[in-house]
């Protein structure tokens, strides 16, 4: 149980475009979803806490028109990374939480590459 | 601001032990946690301390103390498919989870 899937699992676009991640919950319903970014050889950061049916809330420094997060069911939570540049080349890791638990559950991660 | 400190590489033979240390100073405390990371991977959960002491779980052991704001991760009878990144992270008293730069722990034959 408790299964956590992304997609996709790494994506390479062309500078300007944007780029839709999508976050599943597979066998429990995710009250709380957040997103994480992962430099190389660095730790997780987390970019934005969402709680479905409400707006996301953004860590310091994170832009939120830049990334978009809509959790719009108990199972999906999307970031659209918009206007991608080379410097939002990164890993990308959602992670759920149900209502009342601690621990939360990772996803696969996905691998973006802006040119 | 949260701080939460680990070595940043270590490395052992096969079959050894070894010990990875987190120290943190964060704004409120609900457990601690461990994982383990692949290059390319997302973390994967090892152990979850809440109360002080030492919790054993195969060859992983996780101790705590909430007093010292100190944990440590114990790893076993090494073995090869263990080298990898062990992240420390907390979860704050908004029960966001901060995490430490991580230990990438090599092992050798």
């Known amino acids: 149980g408790a299964v956590v899937s992304q997609h996709p699992s790494r994506v390479i676009c062309k500078s300007g475009t944007s780029v839709k991640i999508e976050c599943r919950s597979l066998?429990?319903?995710?009250?709380?979803m957040f997103w994480y970014r992962q430099f190389p050889k660095q730790s997780l950061m987390l970019m934005a806490t969402?709680?479905?049916?409400?707006?996301?809330?953004?860590e310091q420094g994170v832009e939120k028109d830049k990334f978009l997060i809509n959790h719009a069911s108990l199972t999906l939570s999307t970031l659209t990374v918009t206007s991608a540049h080379p410097e939002d080349s990164s890993f990308y890791i959602c992670?759920?939480?149900?209502?009342?638990?601690?621990?939360?559950?990772f996803g696969p991660g996905t691998r973006l590459t802006v040119l | 601001g949260q701080n939460i400190d680990q070595p940043t590489e270590m490395t052992a033979t096969e079959g050894a032990i070894v010990q990875i240390n987190c120290t943190y100073q964060?704004?409120?405390?609900?457990?601690l946690f461990w994982y383990q990371q692949h290059a390319g991977e997302a973390p994967t959960f090892l152990s979850y301390n809440v109360l002080d002491g030492l919790e054993e779980k195969g060859r992983f052991s996780s101790f705590l103390s909430r007093s010292k704001g100190y944990s440590y991760l114990l790893l076993k009878e090494l073995q090869m498919k263990d080298s990898a990144s062990y992240l420390c992270?907390?979860?704050?008293?908004?029960?966001?989870?901060?995490f430490g730069a991580g230990t990438t722990v090599t092992v050798r034959a």
């Open positions: 969402s709680n479905e049916g409400s707006k996301a809330t953004y």
């Open positions: 964060t704004s409120g405390f609900n457990g």
């Open positions: 992270a907390v979860i704050r008293g908004d029960y966001k989870l901060s």
């Open positions: 066998d429990f319903q995710a009250t709380t």
């Open positions: 992670s759920a939480r149900e209502e009342r638990e601690i621990e939360q559950f």
